[in-house]
């Protein structure tokens, strides 16, 4: 070992080379790196399998995560950079939309709808498994949340953004994801026994104004702000300014989503839409700029999705629960938008891509299910199963869309739809 130790300068022993290893892995270079490369594998597995880039990311997410292989657990790196990937993705999709095409009245009926019902299945399955009030209140309340970024993310793969039934779903999972958020704020209010009227209606307002002027806002003052730079001496010099001041913007209304109680996605989402039919001449391209972010950032957020399931935390009984919960998410949530969906003029494959689209449950589940854990309300067994709930809804979205709902011919409105 000595003499090998003199023909190769810097080994010494294999304890210190392991030392050396576990500082390399432990580094951000390389996790970042490693989660590439999972979220790569998860495009070769869903090419495979023949579907969305989504499905094959979260399922090597699940295999490279606790459940299986165990190679990457979810870190604080892994979180922060998931979350950043979720915002930038909304802030992408904001981009494709106008505000007026999505706050509609029957968009907002959808959702209310589409809360109410999933949060009445879940309470009740919750106590005819033998769950106390408490525990049965959060995961009725965990079933209401719609994950927009999954959906969003599925129909811009399938090139269907600009159809009416996207701008249902995106209007719709804006206004349900403001919803659930107060459905959170009630239950966590009645679970301590102090809830009230004007605690909820505080809520309620203060979304409504964040929602609507932070729009006006930079629709207003913010979009011809960047016009201006874009004319400016600095923008010539530096044609990435404007592009940074509107990620910085994006990122800064995510902040102030989540100060207020709401999903930092809102945010990023409304600051998308902020920007719709800006027209830069000297700067670099808004839309090209933020989805080179979104291909990094979105991916790493889906591979966490996988990473976050640990399969381990589940006995027999409680795998029986995590199956029926799920059915009851999916089928509350499809029965529960696409029924005031087609009351109010969609098709009736339209109505069923509405439902699914809702389907998908995110962040807003798990927040509630590390709140009631938090809390002592539910148990891990009880915290995992609702995080597993999320992420098999997450994939049923995508599986049925291409497999089903968008295999054949897509159908039209009727004449005269607004």
């Not at 090597?60 to 459940?67: A, E, F, H, Q």
């Not at 933020?290 to 399931?309: D, T």
Request: charged content about 10%.
């Amino acid at each position: 070992m000595q003499g090998a130790a003199r023909f190769l300068p810097g080994f010494y022993t294999f304890p210190a080379l392991l030392h050396c290893m576990e500082g390399i892995v432990g580094t951000v270079e390389f996790q970042m790196s490693l989660l590439l490369f999972v979220a790569l594998a998860g495009y070769l597995l869903a090419s495979r399998i023949n579907q969305s880039a989504v499905v094959g990311e979260i399922l090597v997410g699940l295999v490279v995560g606790p459940s299986v292989l165990g190679l990457i657990t979810y870190t604080d790196f892994v979180a922060s950079i998931a979350h950043l990937g979720a915002v930038i993705l909304l802030f992408v999709i904001g981009l494709e939309f106008e505000i007026k095409e999505i706050f509609r009245l029957k968009y907002a009926i959808i959702a209310l709808v589409g809360v109410i019902v999933p949060w009445l299945g879940g309470y009740w399955v919750s106590l005819l498994f033998g769950f106390n009030t408490a525990s049965a209140i959060f995961i009725g309340t965990a079933l209401t949340a719609t994950s927009i970024a999954i959906t969003a993310n599925i129909l811009k793969e399938l090139g269907k953004l600009d159809t009416e039934v996207a701008k249902a779903i995106i209007g719709a999972a804006v206004i349900d994801d403001i919803l659930s958020l107060i459905a959170l704020s009630a239950t966590t209010d009645i679970v301590s026994g102090t809830i009230s009227f004007s605690s909820v209606s505080r809520l309620v307002i203060i979304a409504i104004i964040f929602v609507a002027g932070g729009a006006w806002i930079g629709r207003t003052w913010v979009s011809r702000l960047i016009v201006k730079m874009d004319e400016s001496e600095i923008a010539g010099k530096y044609p990435e300014f404007v592009f940074i001041f509107a990620m910085m913007f994006a990122f800064f209304y995510a902040m102030c989503a989540e100060l207020i109680g709401l999903s930092a996605i809102v945010g990023g989402f409304i600051a998308g839409v902020s920007f719709v039919g800006v027209n830069l001449k000297r700067s670099r391209n808004l839309r090209e700029g933020a989805e080179y972010l979104q291909m990094i950032f979105a991916a790493v957020f889906f591979v966490s999705l996988g990473i976050l399931a640990d399969v381990h935390q589940l006995t027999v009984p409680i795998l029986g629960f995590l199956v029926v919960l799920t059915l009851v998410a999916i089928i509350t949530k499809v029965v529960g938008c696409a029924i005031p969906g087609r009351l109010t003029g969609l098709c009736g494959k339209d109505s069923l891509i509405l439902g699914f689209g809702m389907a998908p449950r995110g962040e807003v589940a798990m927040i509630v299910a590390l709140i009631g854990l938090e809390q002592g309300v539910i148990g891990q067994e009880v915290y995992v199963v609702i995080i597993l709930m999320s992420l098999l809804t997450t994939l049923i979205t995508p599986i049925i869309y291409r497999n089903w709902l968008y295999k054949g011919e897509y159908c039209s409105y009727p004449q005269g739809e607004p």
